[in-house]
């Protein structure tokens, strides 16, 4: 079984729910650190013979096409994060289906091809959003990948489909691909991406993703470009929010070189065709 590695092209200032985070027009006049970022990470890629999968957020997109491109002509998949990196539960039904297609038809302009795949700012699909998987299936997604089916500061699913599996109405569907968690004593843990791949230590994510791929299971890593740039700026916040967002970053390169070095990797698009039959209703 293979492993789906995953980016969210974002900006180091594009953390949700504190009350320091940059309102969307002052975006603009902040300095940029996504260029040196994310190129590192392609590198990094490049020099293992890797391709992974690229959500970008579709205000980045827009104004640096040129990564899109680059990421693209390296053999990446390019699928899409939402354009104003907003929480899907706290937008309405039209406006998130409107943010989810403007960031498709952005993206799939500079591409020149379609694109499958969605995620949602920090995995924010919840009981609240029930319309979630009707408007991606709308705005033309194939896949998706936001469920979190574990508890979170924000976000959070409770469900106990831990595998792929179809998700929306009787007449389409859409195929879910929920982030990665295994059961510890009981409970639902991520080890896998983000502030949980930079907190534990790397013998237990190996462990952990041996698990998972004994159980028959994808494992999703997920990163996002500032998490291996120690020298990006920090937004205020309190100290258990500072603690998740900023803990070990300077372990995130090392533990991504491992990961790469250690386990087979693929994108989703490569996944769904080599081990998914997709029905003529999905």
């Given at each position: 079984m293979e492993c789906i590695f995953s980016v969210d092209v974002e900006e180091w200032f594009h953390i949700l729910d504190i009350s320091s985070a940059p309102k969307k027009s002052e975006w603009d006049s902040l300095p940029s650190h996504i260029e040196n970022?994310?190129?590192k990470l392609l590198d990094i890629f490049s020099e293992k013979n890797i391709q992974v999968t690229c959500f970008f957020l579709g205000w980045i997109a827009k104004k640096f096409p040129h990564l899109v491109k680059e990421a693209r002509n390296r053999g990446h998949e390019i699928a899409s994060h939402g354009?104003?990196?907003e929480l899907v539960y706290k937008l309405r039904e039209e406006e998130f289906f409107q943010d989810a297609l403007k960031s498709k038809n952005i993206i799939e302009d500079i591409i020149g091809a379609p694109i499958l795949g969605y995620r949602s700012s920090g995995f924010?699909?919840?009981?609240d959003t029930p319309w979630f998987f009707d408007k991606l299936i709308e705005a033309g997604y194939t896949y998706d990948s936001s469920v979190f089916p574990a508890?979170?500061?924000h976000g959070g699913l409770n469900t106990k489909q831990y595998s792929p599996y179809l998700a929306g109405n009787n007449l389409k569907r859409i195929l879910e691909f929920p982030i990665t968690v295994t059961k510890v004593f009981g409970k639902p843990m991520c080890f896998f991406g983000g502030g949980y791949l930079r907190f534990f230590p790397y013998f237990i994510i190996k462990k952990m993703t041996l698990k998972v791929?004994?159980?028959?299971?994808p494992v999703i890593f997920y990163i996002h470009p500032r998490e291996i740039d120690l020298n990006h700026p920090r937004l205020p916040m309190g100290i258990k929010r500072k603690f998740k967002t900023y803990v070990n970053l300077k372990t995130m390169e090392g533990k991504i070189l491992k990961l790469l070095d250690e386990f087979k990797i693929t994108t989703f698009e490569r996944f769904i065709a080599n081990n998914i039959k997709i029905g003529d209703g999905c």
């Open positions: 970022n994310f190129k354009y104003s990196h924010s699909v919840t009981k508890a979170r500061g791929l004994k159980e028959g299971r």
